[in-house]
């Protein structure tokens, strides 16, 4: 995919419909054609589309219902060749099977270099970027400025509004999942606010929902729901601040 004079058309599968406006928003403002579907079975159904060309690169969620992990992938070759570069995404890293059935994994969050390296062959895991905060950051000011340097004003403020609104409507959720002990559906949730907020850099938003999927409903589970409504409050004083709210 070097020396290319036109620019990369990918496809990004993803149910969580946060990540997908977020990394929408990203790789357009890279200079990436870009083309979404909600999930597998959404995106092997437009690429059996004949009007539909293949994309270059298909950036694809490992957790979603429906086709998914290797099975994606595979319907994915047989739809659009061995041309198409196949990307997985996740939170955390998937079996060594599942991660084979692809050409290259990046854990969230990552950033645009990070994909496009991966694009590239020139590295296949963003693990780097996975780092854990043991203290209350609530803004990574390195993904903030490549933000800021990426993307119009206009589009900055709508896309850290999405993120808060969407923090408060997951944690809405968690809640009520939390009441009515259903613990998959509590996690589910936890896993799509880490993406997501991860990719915007709110890093003590995504450390805890990081934390919340992995010990799921336990005893201090409300206290920490609690400690949630907190990080995206002091995010929100951060960015009101600098006018971004």
Request: aromatic share 2%; glycine share 6%; hydrophobic share 45%.
């Amino acid at each position: 995919m070097k020396n290319r004079t036109t620019p990369l058309r990918i496809l990004v599968v993803d149910d969580d419909a946060l990540s997908l406006d977020v990394l929408s928003l990203l790789l357009s403002h890279a200079g990436y054609i870009v083309e979404t579907a909600g999930s597998g079975d959404a995106a092997i159904d437009s690429l059996g589309n004949a009007a539909n060309q293949a994309p270059d690169v298909v950036l694809a969620d490992m957790q979603m219902p429906g086709i998914a992990g290797s099975a994606l992938a595979r319907a994915l070759r047989a739809r659009c060749g061995a041309s198409t570069r196949l990307l997985a995404m996740s939170g955390s890293a998937p079996a060594d099977e599942t991660a084979r059935a692809f050409d290259g994994l990046l854990l969230k969050p990552f950033s645009v270099e990070e994909l496009t390296a991966a694009i590239a062959n020139e590295g296949s895991s963003s693990a780097s970027t996975n780092t854990i905060h043991h203290h209350p950051i609530s803004l990574d000011e390195n993904i903030y400025k490549k933000l800021v340097a990426s993307m119009q004003r206009e589009r900055l403020q709508r896309l850290y509004a999405m993120c808060l609104e969407d923090i408060e409507g997951r944690v809405a959720r968690m809640r009520k999942y939390a009441s009515n002990n259903e613990e998959d559906a509590f996690c589910a949730e936890a896993h799509a606010m880490k993406g997501s907020a991860g990719m915007v850099g709110a890093v003590e938003v995504r450390t805890i929902a990081a934390a919340m999927e992995e010990s799921g409903l336990h005893a201090d589970h409300q206290a920490t729901l609690g400690e949630l409504t907190d990080a995206c409050e002091r995010l929100r004083r951060i960015l009101r601040a600098r006018e971004i709210l």
